[in-house]
């Protein structure tokens, strides 16, 4: 079984920055694509970043220049640097995982992030 568990999360004014991380942890032997989605209410679930395992990047232009995803394969963690928050931002950010030899995408509950005007 394989966990993922997001954090950093929260309430951030207009301009500010949150940093989110996601932990994996379980039955993993090598994980390949690592990313951040998000889905605002009544919206579609959107890619925010993805990231290879040699750190190739892949942004969403609606945050292209503003965020940074980075991970740590020795702590099987990817991160979201988050700067220049917008309201428009505002939804529950989703990490997910692919693993090597798997066919099954791996995603973590969510963490809310919120951007006040």
């Known amino acids: 079984q394989v966990q993922l568990v997001e954090s950093g999360g929260g309430l951030v004014q207009a301009g500010g920055s949150l940093r989110l991380s996601c932990a994996a942890s379980g039955s993993i032997f090598s994980i390949n694509t690592m990313g951040w989605y998000r889905q605002a209410p009544g919206k579609q679930r959107e890619l925010v970043a993805v990231i290879t395992r040699r750190g190739s990047r892949n942004y969403g232009d609606s945050v292209k220049g503003r965020f940074t995803i980075s991970r740590d394969n020795a702590k099987n963690t990817v991160y979201l640097k988050m700067n220049s928050l917008k309201p428009e931002d505002t939804a529950v950010y989703y990490c997910?995982?692919?693993?090597?030899?798997?066919?099954?995408?791996?995603w973590g509950q969510g963490t809310q992030v919120t951007v006040s005007s």
């Open positions: 997910k995982i692919d693993l090597v030899g798997v066919s099954y995408d791996y």
